[in-house]
């Protein structure tokens, strides 16, 4: 009844808010579709239409709040607004998809400022935030990046195997293991895929919402282990297929099936270590009210 009340009161003023719609609709939905097309279509990319779905499914929750705020316009709003549509031309015009993507969040930022003002942004600040990891990142960053975490990878997944008995041996970023050769590919465990475990940490932590400081601040720090451990269980679930079921099985269906693994073993890990922390959280909470009341 309650949502229904704020949803009536929200629907006479709605007109405001049109031809911000539709001014968004029409810069950033031919961005979308031609994201669609390109990079979106590959494995590494994959990710950006679920954090874009994300980022506005959490826009709609807080439409309401952010509406009933009072109008109380930030002066900065129109300067950012500029620049947002600066970036977006420049990137649109000359292909850089680091200006075009990531305009959005200035020019939302902006709108926010100028319809609601400041407060307006405290309370649509994760939505902002969560869709930089929908911004694909220069090559030549994430080239130098993703090597030293692919040997990494290769490393700990190779040692891993050995461990257990597999006739496993590394060169660089590439196993072999019996027969097989294997590559540890960039979509494996480089950045991009580092970004997209980081971009479900987050979500988990906002859905969650502990009131603890400290048990955020622990599980946002321990979601960049997490997500390594996460790669590297995947690159050895891939090898193990491989030396069981052959190469067609390891490149096939079931290496596609391996990146949702890969996300639901990293949800798993971070639900299980958050569940540790809550355990750890209230033996250190008993100990210390046991140490009190003996003092």
């Keep these: 009844m309650i949502d229904s009340l704020s949803e009536d009161r929200a629907r006479p003023a709605i007109a405001e808010w049109v031809p911000v ?25 994959a990710h950006g239409p679920i954090i874009l779905g994300v980022a506005l499914w959490f826009f709609w929750k807080q439409r309401v709040v952010i509406h009933e705020m009072e109008g109380n316009p930030a002066k900065a709003g129109w300067p950012l607004f500029i620049l ?17 993507v990531g305009s959005q969040i200035v020019v939302i930022a902006a709108l926010l400022l100028i319809q609601r003002g400041w407060a307006s942004l405290g309370n649509a600040w994760f ?5 930089l990891f929908m911004i694909p990142l220069p090559g030549a960053f994430v080239d130098a990046l993703t090597l030293p975490m692919k040997m990494a990878v290769s490393y700990v997944a190779e040692r891993g195997l050995y461990w257990v008995g597999y006739p496993i041996s590394r060169t660089g970023v590439i196993l072999q293991i019996g027969p097989y050769k ?11 895929t580092l970004f997209t475990l980081e971009a479900l940490g987050l979500l988990y ?15 946002a720090i321990l979601i960049v282990p997490i997500s390594f451990t ?12 491989t030396y069981h079921f052959g190469d067609a099985a390891g490149q096939g269906f079931l290496h596609g099936f391996a990146g949702m693994v890969l996300f639901t073993t990293a949800l798993l890990i971070i639900m299980g270590v958050d569940f540790l922390l809550q355990l750890g959280q209230k033996r250190w909470h008993g100990q210390t009210a046991v140490n009190k009341a003996k003092a």
């Design 21 to 45: 719609f539709l001014g968004l609709i029409a810069l950033y939905v031919p961005t979308w579709v031609d994201l669609s097309t390109s990079i979106w279509a590959t494995e590494a990319q």
């Design 127 to 131: 939505p902002l935030f969560f869709l």
């Design 84 to 100: 947002g549509l600066l970036l977006y031309a420049i990137g649109r015009s000359q292909d850089i998809l680091l200006f075009e």
């Design 205 to 219: 932590l906002n859905i969650v919402r502990h009131e603890s400081l400290f048990r955020n601040l622990a599980l």
């Design 182 to 192: 294997l590559l540890v590919a960039d979509a494996c465990a480089g950045l991009q």
């Design 230 to 241: 996460a790669n590297v269980i995947r690159v050895m679930a891939l090898t193990l297929i």
